[in-house]
């Protein structure tokens, strides 16, 4: 019996291990994002520092992903041609910069509309629908995706190629999901509004954020989101008007409305999802290893110290005590 407890418990330990990764990954996501949310627009230097971690970030999963599709591009060329040397090179610095932009250009976005929904929707629902998004990214299998691609596909291509669309259908499912939660407070807001070109401004004006010595430079983007979005409800209301539907009549197109948004919302929402991903991503894949690689090194240690009885560990503080009470009345006598 005693030889089957372990064969028992190992199920388990490794359940144990896969869910305390997960909750690690998710609160280091809603960590990220609460920052983001918190301070950007308030505090340029906060912003700056979160944008170049954010930046790294989305820098480590952009550049495999493109190192990727190059070496599956190269089998299509001749072996000694200039294009396969050319797409074989390893992390030129063509890529690195170019994959520095990419990511720093996600990165502005990222935090922009972040920001802007998080004044939309509210912090602790933004908090609540990353979570969600982290949990999402994470729940999807793609093992039909990997089996349809790796029967099609051969060697290199097959290998990158399901990274690609791997990512790529998760942005999309991702997105969607996104679109279809936050949708609908949006249908909400612009169905309870009666903003026209003349009145925008005073709306946005309302909502956005006051100059302080501290957000010169953030508080520009975000209340350029603002007013945008403010621009954006001002501008349906206005062909609503054009189309002769009156305020009141907007409830019997409900799902014609719907249906726009969550259009709108996909085509806003896809960089913020491939960001999402590119961020969880490098997370599981570099972070948390060398957390658990950090945290694996420590074990002897923390055995050795846990091993310590009680008593003698009450023992060697009293000591300590009185060893350090006994220098004080040392130096004081001396003194």
């Not at 920052?35 to 952009?62: E, K, N, P």
Request: glycine share 4%.
């Amino acid at each position: 019996m005693n030889d089957s407890s372990p064969k028992n418990d190992a199920p388990l330990s490794a359940t144990l291990r896969n869910a305390t990764h997960l909750l690690f990954i998710a609160a280091s996501m809603g960590v990220l994002t609460a920052c983001h949310m918190l301070f950007f627009g308030i505090s340029d230097m906060i912003a700056l520092f979160l944008f170049i971690v954010t930046v790294y970030l989305i820098f480590r999963s952009v550049l495999e992903l493109r190192m990727g599709s190059r070496k599956a591009m190269s089998v299509y060329f001749k072996k000694d041609s200039f294009f396969t040397s050319y797409l074989s090179q390893d992390k030129a610095w063509s890529q690195l910069i170019f994959s520095i932009i990419i990511a720093a250009f996600l990165s502005l976005a990222f935090m922009v509309v972040l920001k802007g929904m998080s004044l939309s929707h509210g912090f602790l629902s933004m908090l609540i629908i990353v979570g969600i998004a982290s949990l999402f990214i994470r729940a999807i299998n793609f093992s039909t995706i990997k089996e349809t691609v790796g029967e099609n596909t051969t060697g290199t291509v097959s290998r990158h190629a399901i990274s690609i669309i791997s990512t790529v259908m998760t942005a999309f499912w991702l997105n969607l999901l996104l679109s279809m939660i936050l949708s609908a407070h949006d249908l909400f807001t612009f169905l309870s509004s009666s903003i026209d070109f003349s009145s925008f401004i005073n709306y946005a004006e309302t909502r956005s954020i006051d100059k302080t010595i501290d957000n010169e430079a953030s508080r520009f983007f975000v209340n350029l989101y603002v007013i945008i979005n403010a621009f954006k409800i001002a501008m349906a209301n206005e062909i609503m008007t054009a189309l002769d539907i009156s305020y009141q009549e907007k409830a019997q197109y409900f799902y014609i409305f719907y249906l726009s948004t969550l259009v709108m919302n996909m085509v806003k929402l896809f960089g913020f999802s491939l960001t999402l991903i590119f961020i969880q991503k490098t997370f599981e894949e570099h972070i948390v290893p060398i957390i658990l690689a950090a945290w694996r090194k420590t074990q002897p240690l923390r055995q050795k110290f846990s091993k310590i009885p009680p008593n003698k560990t009450g023992n060697f503080i009293r000591k300590a005590k009185h060893l350090n009470k006994k220098r004080g009345q040392g130096e004081k006598h001396e003194y």
